[in-house]
T-cell receptor
Framework: EPEVTQTPSHQVTQMGQEVILRCVPISNHLYFYWYRQILGQKVEFLVSFYNNEISEKSEIFDDQFSVERPDGSNFTLKIRSTKLEDSAMYFC?????????????FGDGTRLSIL | AQSVTQLGSHVSVSEGALVLLRCNYSSSVPPYLFWYVQYPNQGLQLLLKYTSAATLVKGINGFEAEFKKSETSFHLTKPSAHMSDAAEYFCAVSAQGASTDKLIFGTGTRLQVFP
């Protein structure tokens, strides 16, 4: 069964450094998402992306965050200047066209640790 | 605005016993509702979804959930727990007819199954 793949599984970065989290969505999917889960808290929506542009972003997704689909297969989340509070598990998800009727398929996540 | 509330951060059952995980939702528009499961060190896997077709929804691994509008509930049940059901379970909501299909998650319920 096709999967959403995320790399790396664990990223350790110094505060203030830039980090790029990578995702390979399922190949025929057109909608892409990033969520995050701070340890012990709920999974939170960050951003959705369709047709090479952001569809919606949450309050968390400030100017330090950006997303990109640099080629036909990768979907990336960049944090320009990381803060301690950015430490979390970051999940990528993708779905087929059809809106909420189509389930979002999640990757296994990247655990980001900011030192 | 939409939200979900999961009552009970931890639920423990014996193998073979009924599993009941509670989820109540709040939505100003008809909701789509989802249950996801997260096994250790893995991503979120869709168990089942309610999209207004039928109020009783059957999912994978013997789980089902019933949408009760009068109670604003979408509780997850399984008649007989198995050791392999031990995981974290998340209820989520998105809005029908919305321009975006972001998922709003609950805080999760960790299910323990004892032999």
């Amino acid at each position: 069964e096709p999967e959403v793949t995320q790399t790396p599984s664990h990223q350790v970065t110094q505060m203030g450094q830039e980090v790029i989290l990578r995702c390979v969505p399922i190949s025929n999917h057109l909608y892409f998402y990033w969520y995050r889960q701070i340890l012990g808290q709920k999974v939170e929506f960050l951003v959705s992306f369709y047709n090479n542009e952001i569809s919606e972003k949450s309050e968390i997704f400030d100017d330090q965050f950006s997303v990109e689909r640099p080629d036909g297969s990768n979907f990336t989340l960049k944090i320009r200047s990381t803060k301690l509070e950015d430490s979390a598990m970051y999940f990528c998800a993708s779905s087929e066209p059809g809106g909420p009727l189509q389930p979002q398929h999640f990757g296994d996540g990247t655990r980001l640790s900011i030192l | 605005a939409q939200s979900v509330t999961q009552l009970g951060s931890h639920v423990s059952v014996s193998e073979g016993a009924l599993v009941l995980l509670r989820c109540n939702y709040s939505s100003s528009v008809p909701p789509y509702l989802f249950w996801y499961v997260q096994y250790p060190n893995q991503g979120l896997q869709l168990l089942l979804k309610y999209t207004s077709a039928a109020t009783l929804v059957k999912g994978i691994n013997g789980f089902e959930a019933e949408f009760k509008k009068s109670e604003t509930s979408f509780h997850l049940t399984k008649p007989s727990a198995h050791m392999s059901d031990a995981a974290e379970y998340f209820c989520a909501v998105s809005a029908q007819g919305a321009s975006t299909d972001k998922l709003i998650f609950g805080t999760g319920t960790r299910l323990q199954v004892f032999p």
